[in-house]
């Protein structure tokens, strides 16, 4: 109730509809928010709402991210509006391809419920978010899809065949790279066939079975 009638509801109408847009972002530069509001000014923005202390932490040079609790309160604010809200996070993830954030970019398409093309980046970006160690965030990530868009992905069998394997979880590493060989088969992807082939044969490797690896 604070939030609402002390500070949000005193702040002019512009700075309302600023700070309201911009709690899609997790993190904001001058640039993203102005793709996001199409204006060309937000970096002053910005600064004026962090020098007047306005819940604004600055995170690095020009970048800047709102206190939690008040962003929590903006995005349950914004959240109301659910067209808007889905219509700002397709902006914000177009603003972020743009600008080569690509995991902000997975982030925003999933919060816009836009999985198609969220699962079409992770399997773009997983194998290097693999080779980062990333495994957590591309677990959590291909979780939120449903799995009728998963079935139409088959490399995301692959990107999680891959985490299972570098952990060790041989077993469940097999199960997904069969996964993803049927439906690799079925589609007749013969590069996608034979890195599942690959991906089974890397686990016989690290189990020391070489004849099956070998066939």
Do not use: N
């Not at 914000?92 to 699962?119: F, I, K, M, P, T």
């Not at 868009?149 to 952990?167: I, K, S, T, W």
Request: aromatic letters at 8%.
């Amino acid at each position: 109730d604070y939030l609402a009638q002390d500070v949000l509801a005193r702040q002019p109408p512009a700075l309302q509809r600023f700070l309201l847009t911009t709690s899609v972002l997790r993190e904001m530069e001058g640039s993203t928010c102005d793709h996001l509001l199409e204006v060309k000014d937000s970096g002053a923005t910005l600064r004026r709402l962090y020098e007047d202390g306005l819940f604004v932490v600055a995170v690095g040079e020009g970048t800047y991210r709102y206190q939690h609790l008040f962003h929590d309160f903006l995005r349950s604010r914004l959240r109301e509006q659910p067209e808007r809200w889905r219509a700002l996070q397709r902006r914000a993830a177009e603003g972020d391809r743009l600008a080569g954030h690509r995991e902000e970019c997975v982030y925003h398409l999933l919060e816009a419920e836009d999985h198609q093309a969220a699962a079409a980046l992770l399997e773009e970006i997983g194998p290097e978010l693999v080779s980062l160690g990333r495994f957590d965030s591309l677990i959590a990530w291909i979780g939120r899809l449903p799995p009728e868009v998963r079935a139409g992905h088959p490399g995301l069998d692959l990107l999680l065949g891959d985490v299972c394997r570098l952990r060790a979880q041989f077993d469940e590493a097999l199960h997904l790279y069969h996964s993803a060989e049927t439906r690799y088969a079925a589609v007749r992807d013969r590069v996608g066939l034979s890195l599942a082939l690959k991906g089974q044969a890397q686990v016989y490797v690290d189990t020391v079975r070489p004849l099956r690896a070998e066939s």
